[in-house]
Nanobody
Framework: QVQLVESGGGLVQAGGSLRLSCAAS????????VAWFRQAPGKEREFVAT????????YYENSVKGRFTISRDNAKNTVYLQMNSLKPEDTAVYYC????????????????WGQGTQVTVSS
């Protein structure tokens, strides 16, 4: 059983940056694929980025490519999402999730979820 806790969200102006963290406890975190999803008000939860257990392969949703970077530090049981050049449309609650299937972009592939952290980008 893996517990995930996100942090680092907040309010930022368009063009600014934030770094989200996802701290894990329980289980063998290094064995899991980890992803970030986000959910804006009135919309479905959508995939943002994922990183494999060996942190050698990453995959991004098209709208965040070149702006967001996912990384992980298995020694610290933490995954990060560096978000640069933020846009108002990036406003959402951001969730990290852990699973076994690399490259999965659907929520059902991930068994463990954090509680989310709010990111608000003002124009």
């Amino acid at each position: 059983q893996v517990q995930l806790v996100e942090s680092g969200g907040g309010l930022v102006q368009a063009g600014g940056s934030l770094r989200l963290s996802c701290a894990a406890s329980g289980g063998t975190f290094s064995m899991y694929v980890v992803a970030w999803f986000r959910q804006a008000p009135g919309k479905e939860r959508e995939f943002v980025a994922t990183i494999n257990s060996g942190f050698t392969i990453t995959y991004y949703e098209n709208s965040v490519k070149g702006r967001f970077t996912i990384s992980r530090d298995n020694a610290k049981n933490t995954v990060y999402l560096q978000m640069n050049s933020l846009k108002p449309e990036d406003t959402a609650v951001y969730y990290c999730a852990a699973g076994q299937t690399y490259g999965a972009t659907y929520t059902g592939a991930y068994a463990y979820w954090g509680q989310g952290t709010q990111v608000t980008v003002s124009s």
